[in-house]
């Protein structure tokens, strides 16, 4: 009898194992496809327009050809970026989202980083610029942006001006240099996060 008993709790011990497996399996899967919803087509199709790229990323907008990029008409993927922009790079990202950088046109191209959710829903979007860069007699200015491995962000204008004369030319010991600088972070939940301004004196340089 004893031994009928033994056999019985064994089996009974065997099949809440194989039930506790499963459950936790099914549990897993669940958690899995909650974390990762499945793409829909059409944001599918937005992202084949970038190229994969990978940390860091330097870019100059007034120094680069953008000729060969997707340009985004505001009819078609509306929903996903504004008119005009240009497909630049999707980014692997520190978190359970995506993102691109697109650029606008203005004085100099422009890059806009923008994080979604798996769904292709928004997270977040801001323009990696300070804006300070113009153009006119006596002002020089070279925008920069890096995203960096560690998903830090640095954007700057880098500027130089000068007094003139009448006659347009430079007045001896007018000139000044500056950069103004953003720093920023792409966080793991898909926000970003960008500082004021800040404005630098850089040291006098020669011509």
Do not use: W
């Not at 806009?112 to 959710?117: D, E, G, N, P």
């Not at 990696?128 to 640095?154: L, Q």
Request: net charge neutral; charged share 20%.
């Amino acid at each position: 009898m004893k031994y009928i008993m033994l056999i019985c709790s064994l089996i009974l011990c065997s099949c809440q194992s194989n039930t506790d497996k499963a459950s936790t399996e099914h549990n897993d899967t669940l958690q899995k496809n909650t974390l990762f919803p499945k793409v829909n087509d059409e944001f599918t199709l937005f992202l084949n327009n970038f190229k994969a790229m990978t940390l860091p990323i330097a870019i100059k907008g007034c120094g680069m050809n953008f000729d060969n990029f997707k340009h985004f008409d505001g009819k078609q993927f509306s929903k996903y970026t504004d008119e005009y922009s240009l497909a630049y790079g999707h980014i692997v990202t520190n978190g359970n989202y995506l993102a691109t950088i697109t650029m606008t046109a203005g004085d100099c191209y422009v890059p806009v980083l923008t994080t979604y959710k798996l769904t292709g829903e928004k997270i977040d979007q801001k323009t990696i610029s300070v804006g300070g860069c113009g153009s006119g007699p006596g002002f020089n200015c070279e925008e920069f942006m890096i995203i960096r491995k560690d998903f830090s962000i640095y954007t700057s204008d880098s500027i130089s001006t000068f007094e003139y004369d009448s006659l347009g030319n430079e007045i001896e010991g007018t000139r000044k240099y500056y950069v103004n600088y953003i720093k920023g972070k792409m966080l793991k939940n898909g926000k970003i996060e960008m500082s004021n301004p800040v404005n630098k004196p850089l040291p006098q340089s020669k011509n």
